[in-house]
Protein backbone atom coordinates (compact mmCIF):
# COMPACT_ATOMS: atom_id res chain seq x y z
CA UNK A 1 0.00 0.00 0.00
CA UNK A 2 1.40 3.71 -1.27
CA UNK A 3 2.06 6.23 1.59
CA UNK A 4 -0.02 8.74 -0.61
CA UNK A 5 -3.87 7.96 0.88
CA UNK A 6 -2.69 7.70 4.55
CA UNK A 7 -0.63 11.60 3.81
CA UNK A 8 -3.37 13.29 1.82
CA UNK A 9 -6.10 11.96 4.85
CA UNK A 10 -4.01 13.36 7.71
CA UNK A 11 -2.53 16.60 5.55
CA UNK A 12 -6.55 17.37 5.89
CA UNK A 13 -7.17 16.67 9.20
CA UNK A 14 -4.13 18.53 10.17
CA UNK A 15 -5.20 21.59 7.79
CA UNK A 16 -8.64 21.10 9.61
CA UNK A 17 -7.71 21.37 13.44
CA UNK A 18 -5.51 24.64 12.72
CA UNK A 19 -8.75 26.36 12.32
CA UNK A 20 -8.67 26.82 8.32
CA UNK A 21 -12.19 26.83 6.82
CA UNK A 22 -13.13 22.97 6.37
CA UNK A 23 -14.72 23.26 2.94
CA UNK A 24 -11.52 24.88 1.48
CA UNK A 25 -8.90 23.08 3.30
CA UNK A 26 -10.61 19.47 1.89
CA UNK A 27 -10.44 21.35 -2.07
CA UNK A 28 -7.21 22.68 -1.49
CA UNK A 29 -6.05 19.81 0.01
CA UNK A 30 -7.06 17.75 -2.99
CA UNK A 31 -5.91 19.77 -5.08
CA UNK A 32 -2.04 20.45 -4.14
CA UNK A 33 -1.82 16.29 -3.78
CA UNK A 34 -3.16 15.99 -7.01
CA UNK A 35 -0.40 18.13 -8.52
CA UNK A 36 2.15 16.66 -6.18
CA UNK A 37 0.91 12.93 -7.17
CA UNK A 38 0.80 13.88 -11.21
CA UNK A 39 4.11 15.35 -10.64
CA UNK A 40 5.23 11.96 -9.12
CA UNK A 41 3.81 9.96 -11.88
CA UNK A 42 1.13 8.50 -9.18
CA UNK A 43 -2.00 10.11 -10.16
CA UNK A 44 -3.85 10.81 -13.01
CA UNK A 45 -5.25 14.46 -13.41
CA UNK A 46 -8.02 13.45 -15.77
CA UNK A 47 -9.90 11.95 -12.77
CA UNK A 48 -10.28 15.92 -11.94
CA UNK A 49 -12.36 16.11 -15.18
CA UNK A 50 -14.95 14.25 -13.47
CA UNK A 51 -15.53 16.86 -10.60
CA UNK A 52 -17.63 19.38 -12.25
CA UNK A 53 -20.27 16.77 -13.55
CA UNK A 54 -20.15 15.75 -9.29
CA UNK A 55 -20.64 18.85 -8.67
CA UNK A 56 -23.31 19.37 -10.91
CA UNK A 57 -24.75 16.49 -9.38
CA UNK A 58 -24.74 17.44 -6.10
CA UNK A 59 -26.35 21.24 -7.01
CA UNK A 60 -29.15 19.31 -8.34
CA UNK A 61 -29.57 16.39 -5.35
CA UNK A 62 -32.88 16.60 -4.91
CA UNK A 63 -32.53 14.62 -1.14
CA UNK A 64 -30.77 17.59 0.35
CA UNK A 65 -33.23 20.05 -1.18
CA UNK A 66 -35.26 19.31 1.91
CA UNK A 67 -31.96 20.79 4.26
CA UNK A 68 -32.92 24.42 3.40
CA UNK A 69 -36.77 23.45 3.67
CA UNK A 70 -36.28 22.43 7.39
CA UNK A 71 -33.71 25.19 8.00
CA UNK A 72 -36.51 27.41 7.36
CA UNK A 73 -39.53 25.88 8.80
CA UNK A 74 -37.45 26.38 12.15
CA UNK A 75 -36.25 29.77 11.80
CA UNK A 76 -39.56 30.52 10.54
CA UNK A 77 -40.68 29.46 14.11
CA UNK A 78 -38.13 30.76 16.52
CA UNK A 79 -38.00 34.34 14.43
CA UNK A 80 -41.55 34.97 14.74
CA UNK A 81 -41.29 34.28 18.48
CA UNK A 82 -43.85 30.65 18.07
CA UNK A 83 -41.06 28.96 19.49
CA UNK A 84 -41.03 31.46 22.60
CA UNK A 85 -44.70 31.54 23.12
CA UNK A 86 -44.74 27.08 22.93
CA UNK A 87 -42.09 27.05 25.70
CA UNK A 88 -44.10 29.84 28.06
CA UNK A 89 -47.28 27.61 27.44
CA UNK A 90 -45.56 24.00 28.31
CA UNK A 91 -44.07 25.87 31.22
CA UNK A 92 -47.35 27.08 32.90
CA UNK A 93 -49.26 23.59 31.79
CA UNK A 94 -46.76 21.52 33.79
CA UNK A 95 -44.96 24.27 36.60
CA UNK A 96 -47.25 23.24 39.36
CA UNK A 97 -45.81 20.38 39.88
CA UNK A 98 -42.04 20.09 41.25
CA UNK A 99 -39.65 19.59 38.19
CA UNK A 100 -42.52 20.43 35.88
CA UNK A 101 -40.97 23.46 34.71
CA UNK A 102 -37.71 20.95 33.29
CA UNK A 103 -39.93 18.71 32.29
CA UNK A 104 -41.86 20.91 30.32
CA UNK A 105 -38.47 22.61 28.60
CA UNK A 106 -37.18 18.87 27.63
CA UNK A 107 -40.40 18.48 26.17
CA UNK A 108 -40.49 21.85 24.19
CA UNK A 109 -36.77 21.13 23.43
CA UNK A 110 -38.24 18.03 21.66
CA UNK A 111 -40.78 19.93 19.76
CA UNK A 112 -38.07 22.44 18.17
CA UNK A 113 -35.75 19.60 17.46
CA UNK A 114 -38.92 18.10 15.42
CA UNK A 115 -39.44 21.57 13.74
CA UNK A 116 -35.40 22.96 13.42
CA UNK A 117 -33.41 19.67 13.14
CA UNK A 118 -30.78 22.35 14.31
CA UNK A 119 -28.66 21.98 17.07
CA UNK A 120 -27.54 25.31 17.42
CA UNK A 121 -30.71 27.23 17.48
CA UNK A 122 -32.86 25.13 19.94
CA UNK A 123 -30.06 25.27 22.48
CA UNK A 124 -29.83 28.92 22.33
CA UNK A 125 -33.34 29.85 21.44
CA UNK A 126 -34.02 27.54 25.33
CA UNK A 127 -31.25 29.34 26.87
CA UNK A 128 -32.63 32.55 25.91
CA UNK A 129 -36.38 32.13 27.09
CA UNK A 130 -36.26 29.00 29.44
CA UNK A 131 -32.72 29.79 31.44
CA UNK A 132 -33.86 33.58 33.25
CA UNK A 133 -37.62 31.85 34.09
CA UNK A 134 -35.83 28.44 35.81
CA UNK A 135 -33.63 30.30 37.87
CA UNK A 136 -35.96 33.05 38.40
CA UNK A 137 -38.18 30.53 39.92
CA UNK A 138 -35.50 28.87 42.35
CA UNK A 139 -34.08 26.19 40.12
CA UNK A 140 -30.23 24.79 40.75
CA UNK A 141 -28.07 26.32 38.11
CA UNK A 142 -26.74 23.05 37.61
CA UNK A 143 -30.19 20.81 36.50
CA UNK A 144 -31.63 23.94 34.59
CA UNK A 145 -28.39 24.07 32.04
CA UNK A 146 -28.10 20.12 32.23
CA UNK A 147 -31.72 19.68 31.21
CA UNK A 148 -31.57 23.01 28.18
CA UNK A 149 -28.14 21.30 26.92
CA UNK A 150 -29.29 17.68 26.50
CA UNK A 151 -33.03 18.99 25.53
CA UNK A 152 -31.72 21.16 22.48
CA UNK A 153 -29.48 18.38 21.51
CA UNK A 154 -32.09 15.85 20.63
CA UNK A 155 -32.61 18.65 17.44
CA UNK A 156 -29.77 15.67 16.37
CA UNK A 157 -31.70 12.35 16.19
CA UNK A 158 -35.89 13.21 16.50
CA UNK A 159 -37.13 13.57 12.75
CA UNK A 160 -37.23 16.19 10.74
CA UNK A 161 -32.93 16.23 11.86
CA UNK A 162 -30.59 17.85 9.14
CA UNK A 163 -28.39 15.28 10.41
CA UNK A 164 -30.21 12.21 9.11
CA UNK A 165 -30.85 13.71 5.68
CA UNK A 166 -27.40 14.42 5.39
CA UNK A 167 -26.56 10.77 6.54
CA UNK A 168 -28.99 9.44 3.67
CA UNK A 169 -26.95 10.92 1.24
CA UNK A 170 -24.22 10.24 2.30
CA UNK A 171 -24.61 6.77 3.16
CA UNK A 172 -27.14 6.45 -0.26
CA UNK A 173 -29.82 5.01 2.36
CA UNK A 174 -33.38 6.48 2.38
CA UNK A 175 -34.53 9.20 4.64
CA UNK A 176 -37.81 8.17 5.26
CA UNK A 177 -36.33 4.89 6.81
CA UNK A 178 -33.65 6.77 8.98
CA UNK A 179 -36.79 8.74 10.06
CA UNK A 180 -38.80 6.00 11.11
CA UNK A 181 -36.18 4.38 12.75
CA UNK A 182 -34.68 7.40 14.65
CA UNK A 183 -38.56 7.96 16.12
CA UNK A 184 -38.06 5.45 18.98
CA UNK A 185 -34.49 6.59 19.85
CA UNK A 186 -35.58 9.99 20.44
CA UNK A 187 -38.64 8.93 22.05
CA UNK A 188 -36.63 6.99 24.44
CA UNK A 189 -33.94 10.03 25.35
CA UNK A 190 -37.03 12.25 25.56
CA UNK A 191 -38.75 10.00 28.36
CA UNK A 192 -35.36 9.01 30.08
CA UNK A 193 -34.66 12.70 30.27
CA UNK A 194 -38.16 13.71 32.24
CA UNK A 195 -37.84 10.59 34.12
CA UNK A 196 -34.65 11.44 35.57
CA UNK A 197 -35.47 14.96 35.97
CA UNK A 198 -39.08 13.75 37.64
CA UNK A 199 -37.12 11.12 40.08
CA UNK A 200 -34.79 13.79 41.40
CA UNK A 201 -37.73 16.46 42.05
CA UNK A 202 -38.98 13.79 44.35
CA UNK A 203 -35.90 13.22 46.03
CA UNK A 204 -34.83 16.29 46.46
CA UNK A 205 -37.78 19.28 46.66
CA UNK A 206 -35.30 21.89 46.91
CA UNK A 207 -33.54 21.50 43.38
CA UNK A 208 -36.70 21.85 41.30
CA UNK A 209 -39.85 23.37 42.82
CA UNK A 210 -42.90 24.28 41.51
CA UNK A 211 -44.09 27.66 40.07
CA UNK A 212 -45.30 30.03 43.02
CA UNK A 213 -49.69 30.03 43.11
CA UNK A 214 -49.12 33.77 41.55
CA UNK A 215 -47.85 32.33 38.44
CA UNK A 216 -50.26 29.35 37.42
CA UNK A 217 -52.80 29.52 34.97
CA UNK A 218 -55.94 27.59 35.32
CA UNK A 219 -59.14 27.36 33.39
CA UNK A 220 -60.52 28.95 30.13
CA UNK A 221 -57.05 31.15 30.35
CA UNK A 222 -54.83 27.83 30.01
CA UNK A 223 -57.49 26.19 27.36
CA UNK A 224 -56.35 29.46 25.54
CA UNK A 225 -52.76 29.15 25.57
CA UNK A 226 -53.15 25.74 24.60
CA UNK A 227 -55.42 26.20 21.66
CA UNK A 228 -53.38 28.92 20.33
CA UNK A 229 -49.73 28.09 21.49
CA UNK A 230 -49.47 24.88 21.21
CA UNK A 231 -51.91 23.37 19.16
CA UNK A 232 -50.52 24.97 15.69
CA UNK A 233 -47.02 23.95 15.58
CA UNK A 234 -47.68 20.71 17.21
CA UNK A 235 -50.10 20.05 14.44
CA UNK A 236 -47.49 21.71 11.81
CA UNK A 237 -45.13 18.32 13.25
CA UNK A 238 -47.49 15.96 12.97
CA UNK A 239 -48.63 17.04 8.92
CA UNK A 240 -45.26 16.95 8.48
CA UNK A 241 -43.83 14.19 9.84
CA UNK A 242 -46.91 11.80 9.00
CA UNK A 243 -47.17 12.69 5.22
CA UNK A 244 -43.46 10.92 5.39
CA UNK A 245 -44.02 8.03 7.62
CA UNK A 246 -47.13 7.29 5.32
CA UNK A 247 -45.24 7.45 2.21
CA UNK A 248 -47.63 10.88 1.11
CA UNK A 249 -44.40 13.01 0.47
CA UNK A 250 -41.08 12.52 0.28
CA UNK A 251 -38.94 14.61 3.01
CA UNK A 252 -37.87 17.12 0.52
CA UNK A 253 -41.81 17.58 -0.40
CA UNK A 254 -42.59 17.53 3.17
CA UNK A 255 -40.12 20.32 3.60
CA UNK A 256 -41.11 22.25 1.49
CA UNK A 257 -44.96 21.83 3.33
CA UNK A 258 -43.30 22.45 6.55
CA UNK A 259 -41.76 25.94 5.27
CA UNK A 260 -45.14 27.28 3.92
CA UNK A 261 -47.28 25.84 7.15
CA UNK A 262 -44.39 27.69 9.21
CA UNK A 263 -45.23 31.20 7.56
CA UNK A 264 -48.71 30.66 7.38
CA UNK A 265 -48.60 29.95 11.59
CA UNK A 266 -46.46 33.21 12.13
CA UNK A 267 -49.07 35.35 9.99
CA UNK A 268 -52.07 34.02 12.05
CA UNK A 269 -50.23 34.79 15.00
CA UNK A 270 -49.07 38.33 13.45
CA UNK A 271 -45.32 37.60 13.89
CA UNK A 272 -44.58 37.34 10.09
CA UNK A 273 -42.97 40.34 9.76
CA UNK A 274 -40.53 41.70 7.71
CA UNK A 275 -37.80 41.67 9.92
CA UNK A 276 -38.58 37.99 10.70
CA UNK A 277 -38.73 36.85 7.19
CA UNK A 278 -35.65 38.25 6.33
CA UNK A 279 -33.37 36.98 9.49
CA UNK A 280 -34.91 33.66 8.69
CA UNK A 281 -33.99 33.47 5.36
CA UNK A 282 -30.55 35.03 5.99
CA UNK A 283 -30.28 31.78 8.74
CA UNK A 284 -31.10 29.51 5.86
CA UNK A 285 -29.24 30.70 3.53
CA UNK A 286 -25.80 30.86 5.39
CA UNK A 287 -26.34 27.54 7.02
CA UNK A 288 -26.86 26.33 3.30
CA UNK A 289 -24.07 27.81 1.52
CA UNK A 290 -22.06 26.15 4.10
CA UNK A 291 -23.43 22.84 3.25
CA UNK A 292 -23.04 23.11 -0.34
CA UNK A 293 -19.35 24.40 -0.12
CA UNK A 294 -18.19 21.66 2.09
CA UNK A 295 -20.43 19.25 -0.30
CA UNK A 296 -18.18 20.37 -3.19
CA UNK A 297 -14.67 20.91 -1.15
CA UNK A 298 -15.42 16.32 -0.23
CA UNK A 299 -16.54 15.77 -3.32
CA UNK A 300 -13.15 17.07 -4.60
CA UNK A 301 -11.32 15.35 -1.63
CA UNK A 302 -13.32 11.80 -2.31
CA UNK A 303 -12.07 11.91 -5.85
CA UNK A 304 -8.67 12.59 -5.75
CA UNK A 305 -8.21 10.03 -2.38
CA UNK A 306 -9.74 7.32 -3.92
CA UNK A 307 -6.72 8.52 -7.28
CA UNK A 308 -4.53 7.28 -4.44
CA UNK A 309 -6.75 4.02 -3.08
CA UNK A 310 -7.10 5.89 0.19
CA UNK A 311 -10.83 4.35 0.19
CA UNK A 312 -9.01 0.83 -0.33
CA UNK A 313 -6.78 2.27 2.77
CA UNK A 314 -9.43 2.58 4.80
CA UNK A 315 -11.28 0.04 4.13
CA UNK A 316 -8.26 -2.73 4.51
CA UNK A 317 -8.19 -1.09 8.54
CA UNK A 318 -11.79 -0.92 9.33
CA UNK A 319 -12.42 -4.71 8.15
CA UNK A 320 -9.49 -6.24 9.90
CA UNK A 321 -10.55 -4.85 13.09
CA UNK A 322 -10.69 -8.00 15.61
CA UNK A 323 -14.19 -8.76 16.61
CA UNK A 324 -15.67 -8.24 13.40
CA UNK A 325 -18.90 -5.89 13.06
CA UNK A 326 -18.71 -5.14 17.19
CA UNK A 327 -15.05 -4.26 16.51
CA UNK A 328 -15.74 -1.88 13.70
CA UNK A 329 -18.59 -0.85 15.59
CA UNK A 330 -16.60 0.14 18.70
CA UNK A 331 -14.20 1.66 16.67
CA UNK A 332 -16.04 3.91 14.32
CA UNK A 333 -18.01 5.33 16.77
CA UNK A 334 -15.02 6.02 19.12
CA UNK A 335 -13.26 8.08 16.60
CA UNK A 336 -16.82 9.57 15.66
CA UNK A 337 -17.53 10.59 19.11
CA UNK A 338 -13.65 12.43 19.47
CA UNK A 339 -13.83 14.28 16.22
CA UNK A 340 -17.65 15.04 17.21
CA UNK A 341 -15.53 17.51 19.80
CA UNK A 342 -13.50 19.36 17.12
CA UNK A 343 -15.10 19.60 14.17
CA UNK A 344 -19.03 19.85 13.62
CA UNK A 345 -21.65 17.51 12.51
CA UNK A 346 -21.46 17.99 8.83
CA UNK A 347 -17.80 17.93 7.89
CA UNK A 348 -17.43 14.63 9.95
CA UNK A 349 -20.73 13.28 7.51
CA UNK A 350 -18.70 14.45 4.38
CA UNK A 351 -14.87 13.36 5.51
CA UNK A 352 -15.89 10.23 7.39
CA UNK A 353 -19.04 8.67 6.98
CA UNK A 354 -18.59 7.86 2.99
CA UNK A 355 -15.23 6.18 4.21
CA UNK A 356 -16.95 3.68 6.38
CA UNK A 357 -20.05 2.86 4.40
CA UNK A 358 -17.71 0.02 2.39
CA UNK A 359 -16.55 -1.33 5.06
CA UNK A 360 -19.79 -1.68 6.82
CA UNK A 361 -21.44 -2.94 3.78
CA UNK A 362 -18.76 -5.97 3.65
CA UNK A 363 -19.19 -6.43 7.32
CA UNK A 364 -23.07 -6.51 7.27
CA UNK A 365 -24.11 -3.66 9.20
CA UNK A 366 -27.37 -2.69 8.37
CA UNK A 367 -26.53 1.28 7.24
CA UNK A 368 -29.92 2.36 8.90
CA UNK A 369 -28.59 1.62 12.28
CA UNK A 370 -25.50 2.74 11.52
CA UNK A 371 -26.52 6.22 10.52
CA UNK A 372 -28.52 6.32 14.06
CA UNK A 373 -25.77 4.98 15.94
CA UNK A 374 -23.94 8.06 14.96
CA UNK A 375 -26.65 10.31 15.38
CA UNK A 376 -26.67 9.45 18.93
CA UNK A 377 -23.08 9.38 19.08
CA UNK A 378 -22.79 12.83 17.66
CA UNK A 379 -25.21 13.80 20.20
CA UNK A 380 -23.05 13.03 22.81
CA UNK A 381 -20.10 14.44 22.23
CA UNK A 382 -21.62 17.39 21.51
CA UNK A 383 -22.71 17.19 25.30
CA UNK A 384 -19.68 16.25 26.63
CA UNK A 385 -17.19 18.67 28.42
CA UNK A 386 -15.02 20.12 27.84
CA UNK A 387 -15.67 20.35 24.14
CA UNK A 388 -18.96 19.75 23.64
CA UNK A 389 -20.87 22.26 20.71
CA UNK A 390 -23.96 22.53 22.45
CA UNK A 391 -22.12 23.77 25.96
CA UNK A 392 -20.11 26.34 23.89
CA UNK A 393 -23.46 27.56 22.40
CA UNK A 394 -25.33 27.59 25.99
CA UNK A 395 -21.98 29.23 27.53
CA UNK A 396 -22.55 32.17 24.83
CA UNK A 397 -26.21 33.03 26.68
CA UNK A 398 -25.75 31.88 30.21
CA UNK A 399 -25.19 34.90 32.95
CA UNK A 400 -21.93 35.69 34.08
CA UNK A 401 -22.14 35.14 37.21
CA UNK A 402 -22.79 31.13 36.59
CA UNK A 403 -19.27 29.53 36.08
CA UNK A 404 -18.72 26.91 33.24
CA UNK A 405 -18.50 24.66 35.68
CA UNK A 406 -21.91 24.46 36.55
CA UNK A 407 -22.47 23.65 32.86
CA UNK A 408 -19.95 20.44 32.67
CA UNK A 409 -21.51 19.15 35.72
CA UNK A 410 -25.44 19.81 35.13
CA UNK A 411 -25.13 17.51 31.72
CA UNK A 412 -22.96 14.66 33.31
CA UNK A 413 -25.97 12.52 34.29
CA UNK A 414 -27.26 13.20 30.78
CA UNK A 415 -24.64 12.59 29.34
CA UNK A 416 -25.06 8.85 31.34
CA UNK A 417 -28.35 8.34 29.58
CA UNK A 418 -26.99 8.65 26.33
CA UNK A 419 -24.31 6.42 26.65
CA UNK A 420 -26.86 3.62 27.95
CA UNK A 421 -28.94 4.29 25.16
CA UNK A 422 -26.15 4.27 22.52
CA UNK A 423 -24.69 1.62 24.24
CA UNK A 424 -28.50 -0.66 23.32
CA UNK A 425 -28.14 0.76 19.78
CA UNK A 426 -24.71 -0.75 18.84
CA UNK A 427 -25.99 -3.88 20.48
CA UNK A 428 -28.71 -3.51 18.13
CA UNK A 429 -26.90 -2.53 15.28
CA UNK A 430 -24.25 -5.83 15.45
CA UNK A 431 -25.25 -7.87 12.48
CA UNK A 432 -26.59 -11.76 14.07
Do not use: H
Not at 268 to 295: C, H, K, P, Q, W
Not at 298 to 321: H, K, P, Q
Amino acid sequence: MNFWGPAMFFAVLAMIFTGYPVAFALGGTALIFALIGSAAGVFDIPLLFALPERTFGTMSNFTLLAVPFFIFMGTVLEKSKLAEQLLETIGVLFGRFRGGLAIGVIFVGALLAAATGVVGASVTAMGLISLPVMLRNGYKPEISLGVISASGTLGQIIPPSIVLIVLGDQMGVSVGDLFRAALLPGLVLTGAYAVYVGGLSFVNKEVCPALPVEMRVTGFELLKRVVLSLLPPLTLIVVVLGSIFAGVATPTEAGALGSVGAMVLAAMNRSLGYTALRDAMEETSRLTIMVIFLLIGSTAFALVFRGFDGDLWIEGMLTGIPGGAFGFLLVVNLVVFLLGFFIDFFEIAFIIVPLIVPAAQILGVDLTWLGIVLAVNLQTSFLTPPFGFSLFYLRGVTPDRIPTTSIYRGVIPFIVIQLVVLGSLIWIAVPR
